[in-house]
C-alpha cells in the first residue's frame, strides 16, 4: 500500500524575506523609477517653525518704538476684549446648554406618549400637537439666543471701541 506524502512535503515553503533584501529591492524600484533612495531622502523642512530656544517674549528689535507700542496697546486691548465678553459667552453657552436639554426632555416625551398611541391616528394628532408647541418653544429659545448675542457683541467690541477712540 502507497503512502502519500502529507501536505507539508508537496508544498515549496515560501521564505519570508529578510530586512536587507527588502530595503535593496525598496532601493533597487527606486532607482528604476529615478527617485530618492530611503536613506537619502531628505527630512522634512519645517517652515516658520519656532524652535525651542528662542524667546517669544523678546521683542523684535526691527519694529520702530512706536510700532511696539503699537502691538504692545493692541494685545492689551484684545485681552481686555476677551476679559469682558467671558462672562457673557459663559451666560450663552449656559442657555445652549439649557435649551439642548429642554429639547431632548421634549422629544423623550413625545417617544414616550407615542410609545402609548393606541392607534395611527392618535400618533399623527400627538405628533402634531408636539411639532405645533415645540415652534412657539424654538421661536422663544431663538429669540433668547439673540439676545444674548447682542449682549456678548456689545460687550466683546467696547474695549475695542474704547481703543479706536483713543487712538
Do not use: C, F
Not at 508544498?11 to 536613506?39: D, N
Not at 530656544?53 to 507700542?69: I, N
Amino acid at each position: 500500500m502507497a503512502t502519500r506524502p502529507n501536505k507539508s512535503q508537496t508544498k515549496v515553503q515560501a521564505k519570508k524575506p529578510t530586512k536587507k533584501k527588502v530595503v535593496a529591492a525598496k532601493v533597487s524600484e527606486a532607482a528604476v523609477r529615478g527617485g530618492p533612495t530611503p536613506e537619502s531622502a531628505p527630512a522634512p523642512v519645517l517652515v516658520n517653525s519656532v524652535k525651542p530656544d528662542e524667546r517669544l517674549t523678546k521683542p523684535d528689535e526691527r519694529l520702530t518704538e512706536s510700532a511696539q507700542v503699537a502691538v504692545e496697546s493692541a494685545v492689551d486691548t484684545l485681552e481686555k476684549t476677551l476679559k469682558a465678553a467671558l462672562p457673557v459667552a459663559r451666560k450663552v453657552n449656559h442657555k445652549l446648554v439649557d435649551i439642548a436639554q429642554t429639547n431632548m426632555n421634549s422629544g423623550l416625551e413625545l417617544a414616550r406618549d407615542l410609545a402609548g398611541a393606541k392607534s395611527p391616528i392618535e400618533a399623527m394628532r400627538l405628533s402634531m400637537h408636539y411639532w405645533h408647541e415645540h415652534m412657539g418653544i424654538l421661536e422663544a429659545q431663538a429669540q433668547e439666543l439673540r439676545t444674548l448675542s447682542a449682549e456678548l457683541v456689545a460687550t466683546a467690541s467696547a474695549p475695542i471701541r474704547a481703543q479706536i477712540r483713543r487712538t
